[in-house]
């Protein structure tokens, strides 16, 4: 119950500080209340019953309304509405252009998928926000081919480092969409740390992109092993190769039969608690609590093995962030698979160690 009443103090506060320029709406408001009052002044309407007036028709007799006085007030008070609007409106006019020459936001764009619509990232911010943005767009490619990712891998960490990563920038947003591998070795360029990133989820049926302000739905990370429930990772042994794998099954179940047979006896199974969905994680703070979970458990592992293989079904923004929280000196070597629908298998991953993607 607090953690619900906490959110909904969060979104007023977000609805006044953020999406909304409230001194150009107190302006309006002004200008139009004031032109009501020095149009139109206040009218009244009283209605009182036939036995009201008898019994005090001597008293009323003696009661005088200064009309005039009243409306000269009313007059002036719209008047002063007025004055106090236009000045608050060349205020918000002054913010605007002032907050317009500061573009502190980096937009990152990037769909790994083609048909897609290309103005998706920008119509998802507020007027403000455009105004402060500089998009960053990366051409449309198709993700599930291999070569196309490791193709345009290196101009996305030469562009990140050149465009995102400089002194004018204080906040990166993203919204990215496309295949696992895609949007794994994408967070990992954005694992240097220092920005604050704010990760937005594609909504499919409207295409467009909404950030994580939905109630947090306190949902736990559940870890099991051979098909029992598993908090001690150490008993997680690498096969003959070195390699241990993890399976993260949030959106969909990720069976043992869907792994490589040589890594099934070792492999970690990842899920949350009540049941499978898509896009299970809407709160920003709730998911990056998650994410970070997973990247200690992945750190883990890391010790028993050469490189730890990761099969992944969930909401995009979590790929992504999981690639952010990546580090060469406590994860390794990570190979990211890819589920080819059609041949209804694994059948590409990527590997990654460092900045190296291959």
Same mark, same amino acid.
Request: include cysteine; glycine fraction near 6%.
């Given at each position: !119950? !607090?953690?619900?009443?906490?959110?909904?103090?969060?979104?007023?506060?977000?609805?006044?500080?953020?999406?909304?320029?409230?001194?150009? *709406?107190?302006?309006?408001?002004?200008?139009?209340?004031?032109?009501?009052?020095?149009?139109?002044?206040?009218?009244?309407?009283?209605?009182?019953?036939?036995?009201?007036?008898?019994?005090?028709?001597?008293?009323?007799?003696?009661?005088?309304?200064?009309? *005039?006085?009243?409306?000269?007030?009313?007059?002036?008070?719209?008047?002063?509405?007025?004055?106090?609007?236009?000045?608050?409106?060349?205020?918000? $006019?002054?913010?605007?252009?002032?907050?317009?020459?500061?573009?502190?936001?980096?937009?990152?764009?990037?769909?790994?998928?083609? =048909?897609?619509?290309?103005?998706?990232?920008?119509?998802?911010?507020?007027?403000?926000?455009?105004?402060?943005?500089?998009?960053?767009?990366?051409?449309? +490619?198709?993700?599930?081919?291999?070569?196309? $990712?490791?193709?345009?891998?290196?101009?996305?960490?030469?562009?990140?480092?050149?465009?995102?990563?400089?002194?004018?920038?204080?906040?990166?947003?993203?919204?990215?969409?496309?295949?696992?591998?895609?949007?794994?070795?994408?967070?990992?360029?954005?694992?240097?740390?220092?920005?604050?990133?704010?990760?937005?989820?594609?909504?499919?049926?409207?295409?467009?992109?909404?950030?994580?302000?939905?109630?947090?739905?306190?949902?736990?990370?559940?870890?099991?092993?051979?098909?029992?429930?598993?908090?001690?990772?150490?008993?997680?042994?690498?096969?003959? =190769?070195?390699?241990?794998?993890?399976? +993260?099954?949030?959106?969909?179940?990720? =069976?043992?039969?869907?792994?490589?047979?040589?890594?099934?006896?070792?492999?970690?199974?990842?899920?949350?608690?009540?049941?499978?969905?898509?896009? =299970?994680?809407?709160?920003?703070?709730? *998911?990056?609590?998650?994410?970070?979970?997973?990247?200690?458990?992945?750190?883990?592992?890391?010790?028993?093995?050469?490189?730890?293989?990761?099969?992944?079904?969930?909401?995009?923004?979590?790929?992504?962030?999981?690639?952010?929280?990546?580090?060469?000196? $406590?994860?390794?070597?990570?190979?990211?698979?890819?589920?080819?629908?059609?041949?209804?298998?694994?059948?590409?991953?990527?590997? +990654?160690?460092?900045?190296?993607?291959?």
């Amino acid at each position: !119950m !607090m953690s619900k009443l906490l959110h909904i103090v969060k979104i007023i506060i977000n609805y006044f500080i953020r999406p909304k320029n409230w001194i150009a *709406q107190l302006s309006i408001k002004f200008v139009g209340f004031g032109v009501v009052l020095t149009v139109g002044g206040v009218s009244f309407k009283a209605e009182v019953s036939k036995s009201f007036l008898e019994k005090y028709a001597p008293f009323i007799d003696t009661l005088s309304f200064g009309y *005039q006085t009243l409306s000269e007030f009313v007059f002036w008070i719209g008047i002063l509405l007025i004055a106090s609007g236009f000045i608050l409106g060349l205020l918000a $006019v002054y913010l605007i252009i002032k907050e317009g020459k500061n573009r502190d936001i980096a937009l990152i764009s990037a769909s790994g998928f083609t =048909n897609f619509n290309p103005t998706a990232a920008v119509d998802s911010l507020s007027s403000n926000e455009k105004i402060k943005t500089v998009p960053i767009t990366f051409p449309t +490619i198709d993700s599930r081919q291999r070569n196309s $990712v490791l193709r345009d891998i290196s101009f996305y960490q030469r562009t990140i480092q050149e465009r995102v990563y400089h002194k004018e920038t204080k906040y990166a947003y993203i919204c990215a969409i496309g295949s696992v591998p895609y949007l794994f070795a994408l967070g990992t360029c954005f694992r240097d740390g220092h920005l604050p990133i704010t990760h937005f989820e594609h909504e499919r049926t409207k295409n467009k992109y909404h950030r994580l302000d939905d109630f947090p739905t306190k949902r736990a990370l559940v870890s099991s092993f051979r098909g029992s429930v598993l908090t001690d990772f150490t008993v997680i042994t690498a096969d003959a =190769n070195g390699k241990i794998g993890v399976a +993260i099954s949030f959106s969909l179940k990720i =069976n043992d039969a869907d792994i490589p047979e040589e890594l099934r006896n070792h492999t970690l199974h990842l899920k949350l608690d009540g049941g499978y969905r898509f896009d =299970n994680l809407p709160n920003e703070e709730e *998911q990056a609590r998650v994410a970070s979970e997973i990247s200690n458990i992945i750190a883990q592992l890391n010790k028993n093995a050469d490189e730890v293989h990761l099969f992944i079904s969930a909401q995009a923004s979590l790929v992504l962030r999981l690639g952010t929280l990546y580090q060469q000196g $406590v994860h390794g070597k990570l190979t990211v698979h890819h589920w080819d629908v059609s041949s209804n298998k694994y059948l590409w991953h990527l590997c +990654i160690l460092g900045d190296d993607v291959f």
